[in-house]
């Protein structure tokens, strides 16, 4: 179901004109709610009690589908301002902010959703980074949030902030709406105007934030809208692939990477993906071409990673062990390139140093869910590593947490079938693989390690129906 949201000033429309919108919307099945209250009652202030209950009344009176107001300041000692000023990001101030919520929620009666504000300065005193005020104040009031994309974006280039690890850090349940505008971009910094279309980078944040709450119809819809608006730029054709590429869909993934590869041929991130998709649909040479490239461009840690893994596609394993080596040494938190350089040691038979490279594998992916523990990528890695080192109970609970939050996840399933395989388990192993994509059906028949799982009779019934229905 879909918010559909009203939110303009009073001044510029009539009541009646809001009337005929509302009503058109309230036709239309696909909305869930008709309705949408914006600005009408400033949270920081002090509270007006004639004021909301004036309020209360009119919402009693049009029954909205939802009240929103912006997270910020407008008024002091009496005075007013037309404007929505930043807050100071402290204990105090998140006290103050909880205490108005939730007097408003209980003159309301419902919800309040509370919006992220842009902001162009910041107080020297803050002691709470943005998100975690916001995040925190849904928490303890149980408001929900509208989460202005834009503002996101625009504050994240001001203050100097990763915006991914904005939205990743706002509570799933609490997001009731998002809302696009534009900015505009100046010398001082970017100014939310409402006045100019929403930007690539808007959409790709938006997408973001959809493939983190499980949406991804949504999210390819959003990184679609980022390729339609800044076609030239390589990065919108690298994210709209690495949905395709999460979905196990590498085929169509490729054309996107080989334009984002076109439009920037002197970035090593980008050709390395490319290398990697080619890998996974089977075109080893072009794979190892890309990534050769690539590293001769950028001695990068992933794309020391991924040719190690082209290698092992190819039962190279001896040869693939410098690179996984490498790729360790350059950055200790490439807990997959330990992961995958214990395979290789053992397989060759350095039975000692494959369970060393196990045990800092280990170690490193621990780490991983400790900070991210809804993260079904991380879990599945975790219970192949244990599957490898023996520790089937674990193995099997870690398992069933990473298909639980990421049950379309390519990697997720993958994993989870090699899992599953390395128990001995090949009923369950084929049941996971049910479902599954056919990039990833076709990408896991060529692994070494998987070879006689795809040999199974039920994996091939698998295989040649998912091509059936091309």
Same mark, same amino acid.
């Given at each position: 179901m879909v918010a559909f949201a009203v939110k303009t000033p009073p001044q510029h429309g009539t009541w009646n004109a809001f009337l005929d919108v509302w009503r058109a919307a309230d036709e239309i099945e696909v909305f869930e709610s008709a309705w949408t209250m914006d600005h009408f009652y400033p949270l920081t202030p002090p509270l007006d009690g004639t004021h909301l209950d004036k309020l209360a009344r009119l919402i009693a009176r049009v029954q909205p589908g939802l009240v929103s107001e912006h997270l910020c300041w407008s008024g002091v000692a009496g005075r007013h301002f037309n404007d929505l000023l930043p807050?100071?990001?402290?204990?105090?101030?998140?006290?103050?902010?909880?205490?108005?919520?939730?007097?408003?929620?209980?003159?309301?009666?419902?919800?309040?959703?509370?919006? /992220? *504000?842009?902001?162009?300065?910041?107080? @020297? =005193? !803050?002691? %709470?980074?943005?998100?975690?005020?916001? &995040?925190?104040?849904?928490?303890?009031?149980?408001?929900?949030?509208?989460?202005?994309?834009?503002?996101?974006?625009? /504050? *994240?280039?001001?203050?100097?902030?990763? @915006? =991914? !690890?904005? %939205?990743?850090?706002?509570?799933?349940? &609490?997001?009731?709406?998002?809302?696009?505008?534009?900015?505009?971009?100046?010398?001082?910094?970017?100014?939310?105007?409402?006045?100019?279309?929403?930007?690539?980078?808007?959409?790709?944040?938006?997408?973001?934030?959809?493939?983190?709450?499980?949406?991804?119809?949504?999210?390819?819809?959003?990184?679609?809208?980022?390729?339609?608006v800044e076609p030239g730029f390589y990065r919108t054709h690298q994210d709209l692939s690495s949905w395709y590429f999460s979905r196990g869909d590498y085929h169509t993934a490729i054309p996107e990477l080989q334009t984002a590869v076109r439009l920037a041929p002197t970035v090593a991130r980008v050709r390395s993906v490319l290398g990697t998709a080619l890998m996974n649909v089977g075109q080893f040479k072009d794979a190892e071409n890309e990534l050769r490239t690539a590293l001769a461009q950028n001695e990068d840690p992933t794309v020391l990673h991924s040719l190690g893994q082209v290698l092992m596609y190819q039962s190279r394993d001896r040869d693939a062990i410098p690179y996984f080596r490498r790729a360790v040494e350059l950055d200790s938190t490439q807990f997959l390139s330990s992961l995958y350089l214990g395979n290789c040691l053992l397989s060759i038979g350095h039975d000692a140093e494959s369970r060393a490279a196990y045990a800092r594998s280990l170690a490193r992916a621990e780490l991983e869910i400790e900070r991210s523990p809804q993260s079904g990528y991380y879990r599945a890695f975790l219970a192949y590593l244990c599957a490898r080192r023996g520790d089937a109970h674990r193995a099997e609970g870690e398992i069933a947490q990473a298909l639980k939050s990421s049950p379309e996840a390519a990697d997720v399933i993958w994993e989870a079938a090699l899992t599953y395989e390395t128990l001995g388990r090949r009923d369950e192993a084929v049941s996971v693989l049910r479902s599954a994509p056919r990039g990833l059906l076709e990408d896991l028949s060529r692994w070494p390690e998987a070879a006689a799982l795809a040999r199974d009779e039920r994996f091939q019934k698998l295989l040649n129906a998912s091509q059936r229905t091309l």
């Open positions: 807050l100071p990001y402290t204990e105090e101030a998140l006290d103050h902010a909880c205490a108005r919520v939730g007097r408003v929620q209980d003159a309301l009666g419902r919800e309040l959703l509370v919006e /992220n *504000a842009a902001s162009y300065l910041a107080f @020297a =005193d !803050a002691t %709470i980074p943005e998100w975690e005020f916001v &995040a925190t104040l849904a928490r303890r009031t149980g408001c929900r949030l509208l989460v202005d994309v834009n503002n996101v974006h625009v /504050n *994240a280039v001001n203050h100097g902030f990763d @915006a =991914d !690890a904005y %939205i990743a850090a706002l509570p799933a349940a &609490a997001v009731a709406e998002y809302h696009l505008a534009g900015f505009e971009a100046t010398e001082a910094g970017l100014v939310d105007t409402h006045g100019a279309p929403v930007k690539n980078e808007v959409w790709e944040l938006l997408g973001e934030a959809y493939r983190r709450n499980n949406q991804p119809d949504l999210a390819l819809n959003a990184l679609r809208n980022a390729v339609e």
